[in-house]
């Protein structure tokens, strides 16, 4: 059973469009974050939230929208997609902050 | 502002050695080191969490080791295997920071 699971794992889409990212963790776990890795294959935050709130919005655009219904879910949308967009999008989940993280497989989001 | 550090970007040893992977991070003020593996293509894999009041975890053929005064981890690999070759990261958290920073990562093939 997977811990933390994303879908989808591959999104092709055209430049303008609105897309989604689903994440959810099924380890009871309280925080949860969204990663961006770049074409260099570096991690850099995007948002963290603890209980379904919004801790960190590690200046990302506006574009990009996460939302966390319950503890176990946190999705990422994004609007209006631009070429930079284009990456490999991590869900990330641990108990607390400064526990263990577990990620997701990623999302390899390809902007034409 | 943290800084993580990883050296060398890449390296390649035959199977069977012993090897060495380095960590350095500029603020000493952190509450946990994280070291993870990740396959091309795939998410990334935990291996080891130390906390900061330790100085070591052991798991299998991996040794990770934590030096906070000089801002250092070492991943130690026993006995290389082919199987053991990705990019290994490392990432640090601070206290009430809500965020893991990653380092660059070094990419590692073991040649049989």
């Known amino acids: 059973d997977t811990a933390v699971s994303q879908t989808p794992k591959y999104l092709v889409t055209q430049m303008g469009n609105d897309k989604s990212i689903k994440c959810e963790q099924n380890l009871g776990h309280d925080t949860m974050y969204w990663y961006k890795q770049d074409s260099k294959k570096f991690l850099k935050i995007m948002f963290s939230?603890?209980?379904?709130?919004?801790?960190i919005n590690e200046t990302v655009p506006n574009r990009f929208s996460p939302k966390s219904p319950d503890k176990a879910h946190l999705n990422l949308h994004i609007n209006s997609l631009e070429l930079g967009d284009s990456a490999v999008y991590f869900c990330?989940?641990?108990?607390?902050?400064?526990?263990?993280?577990?990620f997701g497989q990623g999302t390899r989001l390809t902007v034409v | 502002k943290q800084e993580v550090t990883q050296i060398p970007a890449a390296l390649s040893v035959p199977e069977g050695e012993n090897l060495v992977l380095n960590c350095s991070f500029t603020d000493s003020a952190i509450y946990n080191l994280q070291w993870f593996r990740q396959d091309p293509g795939k998410g990334l894999t935990s291996l080891l969490l130390?906390?900061?009041?330790?100085r070591e975890q052991t798991s299998g053929r991996l040794n990770a080791s934590l030096d906070k005064s000089s801002g250092r981890s070492t991943l130690y690999i026993a006995a290389s295997q082919p199987g053991d070759s990705a990019t290994y990261l490392c990432?640090?958290?601070?206290?009430?920071?809500?965020?893991?920073?990653f380092g660059t990562g070094t990419r590692l093939k073991v040649l049989a």
């Open positions: 939230y603890n209980n379904k709130e919004l801790i």
């Open positions: 990330a989940s641990s108990q607390t902050e400064n526990t263990e993280a577990f």
């Open positions: 990432a640090v958290t601070t206290s009430g920071t809500y965020k893991y920073i």
């Open positions: 130390i906390q900061s009041s330790q």
